[in-house]
């Protein structure tokens, strides 16, 4: 995944991110899931919008919970607190 603060075009960027979690929902690859949900969370605090980053990494920690990630859960864990940090 692209640092968010590379991305010049947060529209594209969202989009590839839909596509690939349709992707991953159609093929139940839930760790593909997770990333992907991360990957928008960080999308979204990048440009200002913490609901939407919130609501975000909560889907993918919960997917890290589920499949017994612990590393991904720990990771995004972290990244709750950089958006604590935010609001």
Request: charged content about 25%; overall charge positive; glycine content about 8%.
């Given at each position: 995944?692209?640092?968010?603060?590379?991305v010049?075009?947060?529209?594209?960027?969202?989009?590839?991110?839909?596509?690939?979690?349709?992707?991953?929902?159609?093929?139940?690859?839930?760790?593909?899931?997770?990333?992907?949900?991360?990957?928008?969370?960080?999308?979204?605090?990048?440009?200002?919008?913490?609901?939407?980053?919130?609501?975000?990494?909560?889907?993918?920690?919960?997917?890290?919970?589920?499949?017994?990630?612990?590393?991904?859960?720990?990771?995004?864990?972290?990244?709750?607190?950089?958006?604590?940090?935010k609001?």
């Open positions: 995944y692209v640092h968010c603060k590379e010049n075009n947060p529209d594209n960027a969202q989009l590839l991110y839909d596509q690939a979690l349709e992707i991953f929902i159609r093929i139940q690859d839930k760790k593909g899931q997770m990333n992907t949900l991360s990957g928008i969370g960080k999308l979204k605090c990048a440009f200002g919008d913490l609901k939407s980053s919130l609501s975000n990494y909560e889907k993918s920690l919960n997917l890290a919970r589920e499949i017994g990630d612990k590393d991904g859960e720990a990771k995004i864990l972290s990244y709750f607190g950089q958006l604590n940090r609001f």
